[in-house]
């Protein structure tokens, strides 16, 4: 069975500083990665598409990083701000789209 | 920017009793949705629908499922008698296309069962 395994399942962090979430899948093969963001009670927002080929996507002061050969993905948050409190969601895409449990992230001044 | 719209925003309904969701894609989109995500859980799959039928259904979308695209506009969940595992948060999704395109979800529908 495909799975997404994210870590860790929570951290808090401190208003400016960075972290790095991880995940680790099974799929295979895949046709690409995505990171959501999503909020509290809304839906979830696409941050990044990345394709077996790329090893690496920014949007803003979010990065992802993916190596295809160890099947390990991670988003890294530089700088990070108030409105950075949200789960931030994996997602692996073969023929369908497997979705992982989640990282949440909370932010605090 | 377009986005995803889904009404109500919250629906409690009793056990047994029909509720329909309802959703409206963003206008140029051809791929329809529909996920749900029960309280501290995972997102799950439930339907996909494209060119008025459906394209694929997870194990949980079972005979009390349906899904309709009544008009060029609404796309529609019916849950034909409700039960308690059914709470959850409803999200519809729709994209531009299949492969490699980001989904984009509306805000969902919190529905509860009693």
């Known amino acids: 069975k495909n799975q997404v395994e994210q870590s860790p399942q929570s951290l808090i962090i401190l208003e400016g500083k960075n972290c790095t979430l991880q995940?680790?899948?099974?799929?295979?093969?895949?046709?690409?990665l995505r990171w959501y963001k999503q909020d509290t009670g809304r839906g979830p927002v696409s941050l990044t598409i990345?394709?077996?080929?790329?090893n690496t996507k920014s949007n803003g002061r979010y990065t992802a990083t993916l190596d295809a050969d160890t099947k390990q993905s991670s988003l890294h948050i530089t700088a990070s701000q108030l409105s950075d409190s949200a789960s931030y969601i994996c997602?692996?895409?073969?023929?369908?789209?497997?979705f992982g449990a989640g990282t949440t992230v909370t932010v605090r001044a | 920017e377009p986005e995803v719209t889904q009404t109500p925003s919250h629906q409690v309904t009793q056990m047994g009793q029909e509720v329909i969701l309802r959703c409206v894609p963003i206008?140029?989109?051809?791929?329809f949705y529909w996920y749900r995500q029960i309280l501290g859980q995972k997102v799950e799959f439930l339907v996909s629908?494209?060119?008025?039928?459906?394209?694929?259904k997870s194990e949980i979308f079972d005979d009390q499922f349906s899904v309709e695209r009544p008009d060029g506009s609404n796309f529609t969940l019916k849950i034909r008698s409700t039960k308690l595992e059914d709470s959850a948060m409803y999200f519809c999704?729709?994209?531009?296309?299949?492969?490699?395109?980001?989904?984009?979800f509306g805000n969902g529908t919190r529905l509860t069962v009693t």
């Open positions: 206008s140029n989109h051809l791929y």
């Open positions: 629908f494209y060119n008025n039928e459906i394209s694929e």
């Open positions: 995940c680790n899948y099974t799929v295979s093969p895949f046709s690409n």
């Open positions: 997602v692996v895409e073969d023929y369908k789209l497997s």
């Open positions: 999704a729709s994209s531009e296309k299949v492969w490699g395109h980001p989904l984009h």
């Open positions: 990345m394709t077996f080929s790329e």
